[in-house]
């Protein structure tokens, strides 16, 4: 998939910026309250629906079911929404996965970027990645846009904002791996 590389300058990024700050805090608020309540390392979700949670050991809790051992060692359960207990669970499952989900997409919604190219079934989203001072690297697609999510929703085509600067994939390529290695 072919992708062509912007930088936004700090000026242009910083109200998204800010934005993304809040969904981060709201969402990790909310995974932290689930992690208490539950005593679970994660939850597992697909979008904006929580599917279960993730645990080091098996362990009985009021209004979950069907515990399974993963790959990895660890334990896997969904709320059993059949009982009180478990449609609260999964109540709070699914806010926190709606919190995750916007904070995943917050950047490039604040910034008017958000979109997709699907090619040969696949998805190939914009995507947009803070980088150093308060600048941000777009790595956009090249396709015909999708023009409804998987919701259904209505989707506006991307527009690069007018001070964006285009770069090559190999200074894209430096910047992420400047990025990444301080990780």
């Given at each position: ?96 996965a709606d919190l995750l989900d916007v904070m995943t997409w917050c950047l490039e919604k604040c910034l008017g970027v958000f ?36 919701n259904g929703v209505e989707l506006a085509d991307p527009v690069i904002p007018n001070e964006a600067e285009l770069v090559g ?13 301080r990780l």
């Amino acid at each position: 998939m072919e992708k062509l590389h912007y930088i936004l300058p700090a000026e242009v990024c910083a109200q998204a910026l800010y934005g993304y700050e809040i969904a981060n805090e709201d969402a990790m608020s909310a995974h932290r309250d689930l992690q208490t309540e539950f005593g679970c390392e994660g939850m597992v979700r697909v979008g904006t629906k929580g599917i279960g949670l993730v645990f080091q050991a098996p362990r009985l809790i009021n209004g979950f079911k069907n515990q399974k051992r993963l790959h990895d060692g660890r334990w896997f359960m969904r709320p059993d929404c059949s009982t009180d207990a478990g449609r609260l669970a999964q109540n709070k499952l699914d806010d926190c996965a709606d919190l995750l989900d916007v904070m995943t997409w917050c950047l490039e919604k604040c910034l008017g970027v958000f979109g997709l190219v699907k090619e040969g079934g696949e998805a190939h989203f914009v995507i947009a990645t803070r980088i150093d001072n308060g600048r941000i690297i777009l790595s956009v697609p090249q396709g015909e846009w999708i023009k409804k999510d998987w919701n259904g929703v209505e989707l506006a085509d991307p527009v690069i904002p007018n001070e964006a600067e285009l770069v090559g994939e190999e200074t894209a390529k430096r910047l992420m791996s400047k990025l990444f290695s301080r990780l």
